[in-house]
């Protein structure tokens, strides 16, 4: 052993340990001291940093009813948590994704889809307070101390090829955090402490279990892929479904409240409306062409990519993920102000720079290289469209990207899109309306199967509105029980 080698890293060493030794905290929940590199003010810059670029991503979904009723319940159960002190703030996503998820600092996020698929109250009571339960027990604090400990990078974003994926980060801005996948100690404590804060604030946290069983059939019924992040990064759901039956007896036990809200009426009213899946409004596909109703523009993209509708861009990728294409607005004043922010931006050399009408559209087209000097077979070549829409005064950008030996084989998918972006001017086209959540009183009693049958709902959907309900086709339904229908806007209630 080199004694003199050890000598020479000792100030680092020293270093280190003290670092370390100051940098122990307390946690909130479990009393512990824990080893963190993120004070609470960090913790709260962080969220608050974060959260303007969630909001950008998904936007919110505006209904004043839903977010009091979030905000009142979120409060009250904060006040019984182990940071009962710390602002939190509660929003809704205008997202059809079954989720729910917490920034560091306090900021908590449903869903629409997530909340269209709760069924009471206290479904919804359990999930809120496990999303409370990651922010009282700072596990974004410590995940953020392991990452340091270990040097590994976050990774986000689609799954693209090194070469590309510089783009695909530049262009999802502010999602990092909430892709960031828990460990399933810290999922399973946040179960813990959803039954706890529930139960506190008088809800029965045996239907935060029941919940888990929705969250189950929602996987068998989509495929592991479609499973959003909720679903995905969490504990199996039929182990979770017998835990957080048996902590809902322990907390029951001990706090022996006269009774446990469920709420399954007050929570249906309150949902009654609330859109349902995806909102063509905001932009849908149908045959291949890709429709914007509210910006009135369309445009075609390759058979067989994948595309992806967000409130801040569209992204469009092919099986291999070797290229994407990515729509978004541009800022600045002119096409060529724009285009050569662009260049500057991604430090591109200018391959061919044209302009040319689309669809009678003013635009500006752009080939350029991204050289990597390191390693010249990680370049990329890209080809871009500025579009002028005069009409709503903005300049869109549609950005096509592969590495640069594999271009050629991409550049005629490119084309095909970007060529026939155009105004969409079909009534039919816009006037599209969403599908929303419909509540019915059956009659008299009945199955699940033939209330949906008698308020003509489609047979092929029986068992998406089965999962939707949080029930069996043939469960017995009593006279006048409630349950929730699909329909489309504006259409007549059953």
Known sequence: MNLSGINRFLPLITFLLLTICFSCTRNPVTGKKQLSFMSIDQEKAMGAQSDPAVIAEFGLYEDKEIQDFITREGNKMVKVSHRPDLPFEFKILNSPVVNAFALPGGYVYFTRGILAHFSNEAEFAGVLGHEIGHVTARHSAEQYTNQILSQVGLMVGLVLSPTVRQFANELSQGVQLMLLSNSRAHESQSDELGVEYSTKIGYDANHMANFFRTIGRLGEESGANAIPTFLSTHPNPADRFTRVHELAAEWQN???????????????????GIIYGEDPREGYTDNGVFYHPQLRFQFPYPNGWRLVNTTSQVQMAPDNQNALMVLSLAQGNSLEEVAQSFVQNFNLNVVESNSKSVSGYN??????????????????????????????????????????????????????????????TDPARINVKPEQIKVATVPSAMTLQQALSRFNMPSSRFNELAILNSMELNQRLNANDKIKLVVRANTVNP
Do not use: C, H, W
Not at 254 to 272: F, G, H, M
């Open 254 to 272: 001990k706090l022996q409240l006269p009774e446990y809200k469920v709420n399954r009426n007050s929570y249906l009213e309150l949902i009654d």
């Open 363 to 424: 635009s500006l087209q752009l080939v350029a290289d991204q050289i990597n000097e390191q390693d010249p077979n990680q370049s990329v070549r890209l080809l871009t469209y500025f579009y002028l829409d005069r009409s709503n005064n903005v300049i869109y950008q549609m950005l096509g990207v592969a590495p640069r030996n594999e271009f050629g084989q991409f550049a005629n998918y490119f084309l095909f899109t970007m060529d026939n972006f155009k105004t969409l």
